[in-house]
């Protein structure tokens, strides 16, 4: 896909997280938003995977760590085609493949159950040392919220994988500076993230997460790293696409009411619409 066609695919994934908030009238709308560039390069650019062939052992895998951005992620897997854009709308309905976190025995594409955060990351470490020891030529994605960073999981895995060497595992942090309580940096400070990750011997990439160009350099140069793991820094905006969401704490883990949910559904469609004009 080239960059305008990857911006349309983003922008049908964050209608479709806002669309499926609202139905469930519940749901964590802002860390999904600020994930959904990052989520559409690796779904429909980055990752070898084939959805009539989802469990072939030599895909990529993909790990969820901040389970509770689901909706941008099943977003994504129903327009890559696991299955139909319409089930979004059953998101966290009782009896829908479609629950609040992520669960590989529910919902096709699905790689790792999660939603405990640091044990995503954990899992994501396991993989790609597997693939290591049995000499598959597979890569490893997770993706991280900052807030998670809190979590001491997070760095036993990270020693784990710097120590190994794990130069197929690429950590994705969605650095928007947004947790649940407010900003990270007044919670429980994760910084410097960058000099934390190199001092387990990670490679660090600090990006725009939400510009497809330092996107796509940044997964490029993380194929060419050899030896160490590589942890992308996405600076990005929590609520990103929605003017009241953005770099707003309280839109973590809150469903917009019906005159929210058409001011947000009405600036999405504006944004898509000046994308197909140029």
Known sequence: MNKKELKLVANNIRKAIINGVYAAKAGHPGGSLSATDIMTYLYFQEMRIDINDSKNPSRDRFVLSKGHAAPCLYAALAYKGFFPVEDLLTLRKLGSHLQGHPCIAHTPGIDMSSGSLGQGVSAAVGMALSAKIFKEEYRVYTL??????????????????????????????????LQIDGPIDEVNSPYPIDKKF?????????????????????????????GKPTAIIAK?????????????????????NAEQYAIAMEELEKAGDALCQK
């Open 144 to 177: 991280l919220g900052d807030g998670e960073l809190q979590e001491g999981q997070v760095w036993e895995a990270a020693m784990l994988a710097g120590f190994k060497k794990l130069d197929n595992l690429v950590v994705i942090v969605d650095n928007n500076n």
């Open 198 to 226: 190199e001092a387990f011997n990670f490679h660090i990439i600090t990006i725009n997460g939400h510009d497809y160009d330092e996107i796509e350099s940044a997964f490029n140069e993380a194929k060419r790293i050899k």
């Open 236 to 256: 990005t905006v929590k609520g990103k696409g929605v003017s009241f969401m953005e770099n707003k704490a309280s839109w973590h883990g809150a469903a917009p």
